[in-house]
């Protein structure tokens, strides 16, 4: 178990440059090439897959070293989200700060220090087993906190359409609860997102009998679709959620009754329903209340899951072999790039830092956790490639 870090040790060293290397979401800033430069010092074959759309231009890394099988994945992304209001941090959120035992900056989390354990781990595992089975490889994408729509997804479809495969994936989202290692997800729910309009017929407030106040109905619509039962969830998953997150509707005018108004709402769902299940019961009761109303729908992410098997259990050894802790399997939280991974039918889990101060002022790790989580993912680098 690891207990303590030498001053300025080479994962604590790698983790304040990148922080210190700006990369604002969709921006990279320049970290993929520190981590491209060291990577090809040990064999591995850079690719750049960069990739456009109408949000902009984003960048890409795919590294492989060898082409056998099992390969093992690290995968990550260099965009951090904005900082917030400036003076409220304790010190410059792009300078990486130690005090107090930790160590201060965006993206400190989520997710540069499990980046320079990516790669101060594999340093240190190649150096000690050059002639490991299998292959080891990084996909490394500047677009998972904006859009996600040129990142890890496009990256993925064209390792598909080139016949690459690859059997175990570690993602290096910040998935610690209160202490490193505690927490791995083995999953997470779905996210399917909806904006529902329901049309009335505007008109003048004193003339209620020629137009149709669509507010008026919203209590129904609110009611029937949280009343739904989705499903029970599973040993993995609780209960599918629904959500209102918005309502909207009028003109700006207090005397007009509006001619439609705006329901924006998500269902965060697990393995336990289907996506097209849950459209269909949604039209079902909203056709009962004989309303005008349409819907537009967008799908954030499939469920997935890992079960019990080869990855999971070779990150709870290594957990338990440098930490000394049980760590517990969870699927709760958002949405990460492992369910555009885990469409490949890869094993896929996620294993970082504590979670606790991501996306937040004075974001932070634990001056310690640099180290650990190298040595971690060198546990699960000999579990499956020795």
């Excluded at 921006?27 to 690719?47: P, T």
């Excluded at 505690?182 to 505007?202: E, F, H, M, P, Y």
């Excluded at 336990?272 to 056709?287: C, G």
């Amino acid at each position: 178990m690891i207990n303590s870090i030498p001053d300025q040790s080479s994962t604590l060293e790698l983790t304040k440059q990148l922080i210190e290397t700006k990369s604002l979401t969709p921006n990279d800033g320049g970290c993929q090439a520190i981590m491209a430069e060291r990577l090809a010092k040990l064999g591995f074959k850079i690719e750049e897959m960069n990739f456009s759309d109408h949000h902009g231009s984003v960048q890409n890394t795919w590294a492989r070293r060898g082409t056998a099988s099992p390969c093992l994945v690290f995968a990550g992304h260099t965009d951090v989200v904005p900082t917030g209001e400036l003076d409220e941090w304790g010190s410059d959120p792009f300078l990486a700060t130690e005090r107090d035992g930790k160590l201060y900056g965006r993206g400190a989390a989520d997710m540069k220090t499990s980046l320079a354990a990516f790669i101060t781990s594999i340093e240190s595992f190649v150096e000690q087993n050059p002639d490991h089975l299998g292959s080891i490889a990084l996909l490394i994408t500047s677009d998972e906190e904006g859009p996600a729509t040129c990142g890890t997804v496009k990256v993925i479809e064209t390792l598909q359409q080139r016949g690459e495969t690859f059997e175990y994936c570690l993602v290096g989202e910040p998935s610690s609860s209160k202490v490193l290692g505690d927490t791995i997800k083995n999953g997470r729910r779905g996210s399917l997102g909806a904006v529902l309009k329901v049309k009335g017929l505007q008109g003048h407030i004193a003339y209620p009998h020629l137009a149709d106040n669509p507010i008026h109905r919203c209590g129904d619509v609110i009611n029937t679709l949280c009343d739904i039962e989705w499903d029970h969830g599973n040993e993995y998953f609780p209960p599918t959620s629904f959500q209102i997150s918005n309502i909207n509707g009028g003109t700006g005018a207090t005397n007009v009754i509006p001619g439609e108004v705006q329901f924006v709402f998500n269902l965060r769902f697990s393995t336990e329903i289907a996506e097209q299940e849950i459209r269909e019961r949604v039209h079902q009761q909203l056709d009962s209340l004989n309303i005008d109303y349409s819907v537009e729908w967008t799908v954030n992410g499939l469920p997935f899951l890992t079960p019990e098997g080869e990855l999971v259990d070779a990150c709870r050894k290594a957990i338990i072999k440098e930490l000394n802790i049980t760590t517990e399997l969870s699927t709760s939280g958002g949405t990460s790039d492992g369910r555009f991974i885990a469409q490949t039918g890869a094993q896929v889990v996620e294993l970082g830092p504590v979670n606790e101060s991501i996306h937040k002022i004075d974001e932070n790790v634990d001056l310690t956790t640099p180290d650990q989580l190298s040595a971690v993912y060198v546990g699960v680098m000999e579990g499956l490639l020795l």
